[in-house]
């Protein structure tokens, strides 16, 4: 079945790094977009980046500069690079594929 996996969450401080994996999000014939979306607590889920099939990608503000969504050759797995963290960004990070199959997220919490 096929149903995103995302990893590569964890602690760091601010100013750090992380890289974010997402893999089983369905074959390379059916995607067309590819997303990551995080929810912090108590607010509502946002979109942070996407890539196309064609390989455009879309970032919200806040991370623009910051953030890089990228594929492998292959599009087995979905990478987000997140560079100078903030503590805004602590949030439960969530896959999407076709702006239909949700993963069950993964924790980034950016603390001293």
């Known amino acids: 079945q096929v149903q995103p996996v995302e990893s590569g969450g964890g602690l760091v401080q601010p100013g750090g790094s992380l890289r974010l994996s997402c893999t089983n999000f369905?074959?390379?014939?059916?995607?067309?977009?590819i997303s990551w979306y995080r929810q912090a607590p108590g607010k509502q889920r946002e979109l942070v980046a996407s890539?196309?099939?064609?390989?455009?990608?879309n970032y919200v503000d806040s991370v623009k500069g910051r953030f890089t969504i990228y594929r492998d050759n292959a599009w087995n797995t979905v990478y987000l690079q997140m560079n100078s963290l903030k503590p805004e960004d602590t949030a439960v990070y969530y896959c999407?594929?076709?702006?239909?199959?949700w993963g069950q997220g993964t924790q980034v919490t950016v603390s001293s």
């Open positions: 890539i196309s099939k064609g390989g455009t990608t």
């Open positions: 369905g074959s390379i014939f059916s995607i067309y977009i």
């Open positions: 999407n594929s076709n702006d239909d199959l």
